[in-house]
């Protein structure tokens, strides 16, 4: 089984906005900073303008660990779009940070096959830079995981 060739991918650049420039600022330094509430203490991502459990709107980016487990994840047969061509197969995937229970972010697996990704595997985030501005939060199985 191959690996995602990403090096002949040119990915579309995300645009932060009003609410998701924290997290791009964040990610530009290597550091993954999620929203959370102040008021009872709940992580959510993507940024809302009120918390989705209590609906407070004291809400602050926090640093947290970059460890968690997949949560569900999707094989790519078939690039939608033409630039993630040379991916193909790739794992999509979203992950439950382990420090940010309910916040879940979406990625790639990167460094193994795409048939690695299954339901509770640990990974851990690493940090791709796509341009001077931004730099994309991705994903890699935790060391435990890795079997040679
Ligand atoms: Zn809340």
Redesign the pocket.
């Known amino acids: 089984m191959s690996m995602s060739d990403w090096d002949d991918v040119i990915r579309p650049i995300p645009v932060p906005d009003e609410w998701t420039k924290p997290f791009w600022d964040a990610a530009k330094r290597e550091s993954l900073e999620l929203q959370r509430?102040?008021?009872?203490?709940?992580f959510q991502h993507p940024p809302y303008a009120t918390?989705?459990?209590?609906?407070?709107i004291?809400?602050k980016f926090e640093p947290v660990e970059g460890g968690g487990k997949i949560y569900a994840y999707t094989y790519m047969y078939h690039a939608g779009d033409k630039r993630f061509a040379a991916a193909v197969p790739y794992a999509s995937i979203i992950v439950e940070l382990d420090a940010a229970p309910g916040a879940l972010l979406a990625g790639n697996l990167l460094g193994v096959p795409h048939t690695e990704a299954k339901v509770g595997r640990k990974v851990e985030v690493v940090f791709e830079p796509l341009n001077d501005e931004i730099t994309l939060p991705q994903f890699r199985l935790a060391p435990s995981q890795v079997q040679e």
């Open positions: 509430c102040q008021s009872c203490g709940h918390c989705v459990n209590c609906m407070s004291d809400l």
